[in-house]
């Protein structure tokens, strides 16, 4: 009986753990997405030339602000490889 209790215990546990590891991980998507999407407005308002001037074009702001998107998802891996 002890047993039964200890296990089911342990599985409620890590049911626990895995909800709130995904709640985790959909707060920070949804962070950088809104990130993604403001970066993407702040460079789409900018004149060609303001660009350019920073080394940009119009075709680089999606790759730019995915790269953005990325590293604010990919935040706690740094370090580790």
Same mark, same amino acid.
């Given at each position: 009986m002890t047993h039964t209790v200890l296990v089911i215990s342990s599985w409620i546990e890590s049911w626990q753990e895995g909800i709130a590891s995904f709640i985790r991980e959909i707060s920070v998507k949804r962070k950088a997405s809104k990130i993604r999407?403001?970066?993407? !407005?702040e460079l789409s308002r900018l004149s060609d030339k303001d660009l350019k001037d920073m080394g940009l074009y119009r075709g680089m702001i999606r790759?730019? $602000?995915?790269?953005?998107?990325? $590293?604010? *998802? !990919?935040? !706690?891996?740094?370090?580790? *490889?």
């Open positions: 999407k403001s970066t993407i !407005n790759d730019l $602000a995915e790269e953005h998107y990325k $590293a604010e *998802v !990919n935040k !706690n891996l740094k370090g580790w *490889v």
